[in-house]
């Protein structure tokens, strides 16, 4: 499958140099996602709003590109204020509680709550790739065996 580049419209991921998605191969990367509400053309006030609309902007970019939401392995949100962070959450579990990918959260309240008293200073996330096949033991008894 070749490389393909998804779009929003947005004359923004133009003139800033980035794709909302980049489809390459049996991966998808989708980045540069906010609550803009692209239907009305405004950002709307509340973070739950947002949250619903940054999930709705990655379902399209998704499916444009052959994806379900269920193909999801991986999220990070960001949140400016942790007070935001619950019904952030919320939304969240709602839309990804059955799919459950891994999550980087480095606005979550915790974090930032630590981050803000001077407890916390760095948080951290990291992707692997498994470079070598994986081999399993083999059974010890034939098929039909007890």
């Known amino acids: 499958m070749p490389r393909r580049l998804i779009s ?3 004359p923004f991921e133009k003139a800033a140099g980035y794709s909302r ?10 980045a540069g996602t906010t609550g803009y509400d692209y239907a009305t053309m405004a950002m ?8 619903r609309n940054c999930f709705k902007t990655i379902e399209a ?13 991986r999220a990070t949100y960001y949140i400016t204020d942790h ?5 952030h959450l919320a939304v969240c ?5 059955d799919i459950r990918p891994g999550r980087h959260d ?20 990291a992707t692997y790739r498994l470079t070598t096949p994986l081999t399993f033991p083999q059974p010890s ?3 039909g065996d007890n």
């Not at 998605?21 to 989708?30: E, K, R, S, W």
């Not at 970019?61 to 392995?73: N, T």
């Not at 579990?93 to 509680?97: A, M, R």
């Open 8 to 10: 929003t419209g947005s």
């Open 21 to 30: 998605a980049v489809i390459d191969g049996d991966f998808a990367f989708v």
């Open 44 to 51: 709307p006030a509340d973070v739950t709003s947002q949250s």
């Open 61 to 73: 970019a998704l499916k444009e590109g052959g994806f379900a939401m269920a193909d999801i392995v």
């Open 83 to 87: 007070n935001d962070a619950d019904a």
């Open 93 to 97: 579990g709602e839309i990804l509680g």
């Open 106 to 125: 480095p606005g979550r309240r915790g974090t930032l709550q630590a981050r803000d008293e001077g407890r916390d200073r760095s948080d951290r996330e």
């Open 141 to 143: 008894c034939s098929p």
